[in-house]
């Protein structure tokens, strides 16, 4: 059994409970008031040292954290992570373009307007953000448009992907000229055991 | 034959010269003019949509960017890269912190002190790169005080951490508070193969 420490708001977490409802795994989610300071005890950093989720626990008590490594790991053996090398390569260029590329802007913009106060002195950082998550989009939007999924088939990648880029008009982004990406998205929700997110 | 194009300054493509060197393989390393526009060229945009380097071409023409993914790639089948699922869960785990966590910071304010002019607008990033660059040296410092090696033998999440954080006092960071870190240096200087990064 899988236990997920996560926060159904956060799109890293999400990630995580889709590629598992996808797999049809059993696990059991565990929701931690981020935002109450619950990640900033001596218990949960023993489990994660950046008290950040999500993190999974083994039933053996090894941890793991980072959403992106916790999608591999989790989709071990499975359809959704290819054995071959060059294809896992892939998958791992497009889960670290979401890291560096993607989620510092999208998921970002997405936390300011949604979570901070109006007004809040972060809102200054929106039109940087803004402007650097349009250039994750337009990567994204010119290689879908060439192909239906991020690698040769769908897998991980897409999961990894997905979640922050669902929910990019929470952060003021207007996916109307990426008819590509919102085709990709549709293709996702497709796919067997898709869940929404929550909240 | 693998022909990697990179920059000798750029701790992300340090990474690969140093992997394929502690591996004994054959390549071709293309320097690549990143300051002067080369990565913006169509032919090279061709190779990386992102317009950075590294990105490593196998013989086939078939292309692979980012740093960490290249890594994982080129490791496959080596002492470098475990077969254990849940050991290289744990190295993505340390490369996915090292590009969110850490390279923003480290790498960002070494480029601002030694690439760019004195008094640039871009040094009152500093404070807060520092700041954060701090934090992630504090999660690396605790972590090596309990073992020798990021996983349980050294691999692609060392190669990974180390290109930056060997160079980090050039972006203004002291390692004198991080002992940890330090002796970890040394251990991975003194693995088979190992080069220095080059300018």
């Given at each position: 059994m899988i236990t997920v420490y996560g926060m159904h708001a956060s799109g890293n977490c999400y990630k995580v409970r889709l590629l598992l409802e996808m797999l049809g795994r059993h696990y059991e989610w565990v929701e931690v008031d981020v935002l109450g300071?619950?990640?900033?005890?001596d218990e949960f950093l023993a489990r994660n040292p950046l008290g950040k989720v999500p993190v999974i626990e083994l039933s053996d008590g090894r941890c793991l954290p980072e959403s992106n490594a916790i999608l591999c790991f989790l989709a071990e053996?499975?359809?959704?992570?290819?054995?071959?090398a060059f294809d896992r390569a892939q998958a791992l260029r497009w889960m670290f373009f979401e890291q560096y590329s993607h989620e510092p802007y999208i998921a970002v913009a997405r936390f300011i307007k949604?979570?901070?106060?109006?007004?809040?002195?972060?809102?200054?950082?929106l039109p940087q953000l803004h402007a650097r998550g349009m250039m994750a989009l337009s990567v994204m939007e010119r290689h879908l448009a060439a192909q239906d999924f991020f690698c040769r088939e769908f897998g991980v990648a897409d999961i990894a992907l997905y979640a922050y880029t669902h929910r990019a008009d929470e952060g003021?982004?207007?996916?109307?000229?990426y008819p590509a990406i919102r085709s990709w998205l549709a293709r996702v929700e497709d796919q067997p055991g898709y869940v929404e997110q929550q909240t």
């Open positions: 300071g619950a990640t900033r005890t053996g499975s359809h959704l992570w290819s054995v071959e949604r979570f901070l106060p109006a007004g809040h002195a972060r809102t200054a950082e003021g982004f207007d996916l109307g000229p």
